[in-house]
């Protein structure tokens, strides 16, 4: 199994800056992931944290609004750039450690309020 | 684009009723999982679901994938206010052969009246 630690837990941000979320897991996982969540509603991957290289983006978010970092096997970053009202959200780090269940585990989320 | 569609949205029953939830992928999935999240809290991984036809129990829960590996449903009986939270199928659509990149239904939202 996997503990997953993140912080901020929540917070409120002004429009145009930026914020990075920190997510740290207690033990060596394959995978690293980012999702967002919309008060009441489902989750949507952001992107996969590659360790050493370039996150992988799904359709819909890019680089430069969402900047990720992995620089080692249980950390991860995940920056929300020049931040806007739509981008309040819940942000959850998440991951895998490739057992045969495929299961993921979640960090407790990132809510951040942009005024 | 590939899908994940939940049914009912939301489920409102008194405590002892039955309560289930319905999945369906618009395509074929080589697995299914399902997760619970709480108010407040974040998702929990419940089971998943490999073969054709499985079923799987957990206590009052039960499980069920489809025999074409396009539909799932989850199962509770004699609900329990314990039980309540939003409900989730999540399959795996990574490119590449990944297992691991899920993509979430729109999840149950189940209340439970004591």
């Known amino acids: 199994s996997a503990v997953i630690s993140q912080k901020p837990s929540r917070d409120i941000c002004q429009r145009g800056t930026s914020l990075t979320i920190q997510c740290q897991v207690d033990?060596?996982?394959?995978?690293m992931f980012w999702y967002r969540q919309q008060p009441g509603q489902s989750l949507t991957l952001i992107a996969t944290?590659?360790?050493?290289?370039?996150?992988?983006?799904e359709s819909g978010f890019v680089i430069d609004k969402f900047p990720i970092s992995r620089p080692n096997l249980t950390f991860s970053t995940l920056t929300v750039s020049n931040m806007s009202p739509e981008d309040s959200s819940i942000y959850l780090c998440s991951a895998t450690t490739g057992g045969n269940t495929g299961e993921l585990f979640f960090g407790e989320g990132s809510r951040l309020t942009v005024l | 684009g590939q899908q994940v569609m939940q049914i009912p949205q939301y489920q409102h029953v008194q405590e002892g009723e039955d309560f289930t939830t319905y999945c369906n992928s618009s395509t074929t999935l080589s697995n299914i999982q399902w997760y619970k999240q709480r108010p407040g809290g974040h998702p929990v991984f419940l089971i998943q679901l490999v073969k054709s036809g499985e079923v799987k129990k957990q206590k009052r829960l039960t499980f069920q994938f489809g025999e074409a590996k396009k539909n799932s449903s989850l199962h509770i009986t004699a609900t329990q206010t314990t039980d309540v939270g939003t409900y989730f199928c999540a399959g795996p659509f990574g490119s590449g052969g990944s297992n691991y990149k899920l993509t979430f239904g729109k999840g149950t939202l189940l209340t439970v009246n004591p």
């Open positions: 944290a590659n360790q050493g290289s370039e996150a992988t983006y």
């Open positions: 033990s060596q996982v394959t995978m």
